[in-house]
Structure formats: structure tokens, C-alpha cells
T-cell receptor, first 117, second 119 residues
């Protein structure tokens, strides 16, 4: 069974540009969450999607957005990049049914490492 | 106060000893608790979860939960060099507006504790 796939793995952008990251969850997983990981802040929750709907959102500015498609694949977008957006962006999928509480059993992808110059 | 707090370490333990990792959380309404392991340059992977007060054992790993003290711990017995990693505590917390529960939960991670097992 294939794991969570994230593309691209590495990318370099300059301030003011925008970036789109992609995530394909494990087959059958309908919930996709995005996290930002930095040495100083650790793993911080960005948002979670389930059945194409954003269910939860973390405390990030509106420059960070996401969406989920009908096949559960998800994308996140960061506009007007800032130096502080340099981080590892991790996508995680989980097997959820309906409105059950989030089980916390997340399966992470390898991440997309973004460097903003 | 951070929602989930861990000592960032590094925690250094000799091979064969017991490694003890601790985590506290702020919201008394939290229901489920997880330990993830992250090797350097890799993504986190789930190693243990616990929902009820007390101990839960899985091989060399034991998770302990004390809801009254809002405290979770992970014990690693017979530590091996391959256990050297960052251990992340994650707590499933109610989403609140002020003190009012919004009917959903969020998974909040601690900063992680870097553990080194010395041969």
C-alpha cells in the first residue's frame, strides 16, 4: 500500500512569490492535514480537510490556504512568501469516518522543504 | 502557557537503561494522547497512543497517562541506539471559543524531546 506522497520534495522561492504544494493521501484515507515544522516552533497545525471541506484551521495568516479534491488529494498554497515561511511542510492522512473525533493516528508524508530567499 | 509542553532536551541515556519522556497539556477536556517518533531528516511516525488513565505497554514502550495531573509520559526500556530520535507528544484537544467547546477537536503537538542513546 503506497504511503502519503508529497510533491515537490524541495523548492526554493524568493520573497513575494507564491507556492503550491501537493499531497496524495493513502488510498482510502479521506482526511488530510497539513503541518508546518520549523526548528523554533516545532510542528504547527495549518488545516485539515475531510471530504473536500476544511474542518479545522490553525492560527496562520490568510496567505496560507488549501483545498481538497474529490479523490482526497490536497494542495496547499502560500502567497506573498516571507522569509519566515521557510520550513518543512508536512501532509498527513488518516482514516476517518463521518464526524468521528480525530483519532490522532496520522500517517505523514516525507514533506516538502521550502526555502524562501 | 503552551497547549502541549515537552522538555526539548537533549536527553542522553546509556544503552540498556530506561528513557523517560514527559509531556503536560493544558486542556482538561483532552481525550486522547499520542507519541510520535521522528528520526533526523524523516517524518514523524506513530508509536503509541493512550486514551485511559494508567499504563499501556507495547514491547519495550510504555505510555502512562494521568488525566488529573494532565500528564503523559513515555518509557522506553532497554534503550537501544536505534531509539535515538526526537519524540513528539500529541494531544487531541477540544477546539474552544473562549471556554466554549466548538464540537470539534484538533491534534496539537509538543515541541519534541531529542533523545540520544549512548552505546
Amino acid at each position: 500500500k503506497a504511503g502519503v506522497t508529497q510533491t515537490p520534495r524541495y523548492l526554493i522561492k524568493t520573497r513575494g512569490q507564491q507556492v503550491t504544494l501537493s499531497c496524495s493521501p493513502i488510498s482510502g484515507h479521506r482526511s488530510v492535514s497539513w503541518y508546518q515544522q520549523t526548528p523554533g516552533q516545532g510542528l504547527q497545525f495549518l488545516f485539515e480537510y475531510f471530504s473536500e471541506t476544511q474542518r479545522n484551521k490553525g492560527n496562520f495568516p490568510g496567505r496560507f490556504s488549501g483545498r481538497q479534491f474529490s479523490n482526497s488529494r490536497s494542495e496547499m498554497n502560500v502567497s506573498t512568501l516571507e522569509l519566515g515561511d521557510s520550513a518543512l511542510y508536512l501532509c498527513a492522512s488518516s482514516l476517518l469516518e463521518g464526524d468521528r473525533f480525530h483519532t490522532g493516528e496520522l500517517f505523514f508524508g516525507e514533506g516538502s522543504r521550502l526555502t524562501v530567499l | 502557557q503552551k497547549e502541549v509542553e515537552q522538555n526539548s532536551g537533549p536527553l542522553s541515556v546509556p544503552e540498556g537503561a530506561i528513557a523517560s519522556l514527559n509531556c503536560t497539556y493544558s486542556d482538561r477536556g483532552s481525550q486522547s494522547f499520542f507519541w510520535y517518533r521522528q528520526y533526523s531528516g524523516k517524518s514523524p511516525e506513530l508509536i503509541m497512543f493512550i486514551y485511559s488513565n494508567g499504563d499501556k505497554e507495547d514491547g519495550r514502550f510504555t505510555a502512562q497517562l494521568n488525566k488529573a495531573s494532565q500528564y503523559v509520559s513515555l518509557l522506553i526500556r532497554d534503550s537501544q541506539p536505534s531509539d535515538s530520535a526526537t519524540y513528539l507528544c500529541a494531544v487531541n484537544m477540544p477546539i474552544r471559543a473562549g471556554s466554549r467547546y466548538q464540537g470539534a477537536q484538533k491534534l496539537v503537538f509538543g515541541q519534541g524531546t531529542r533523545l540520544t542513546i549512548n552505546p
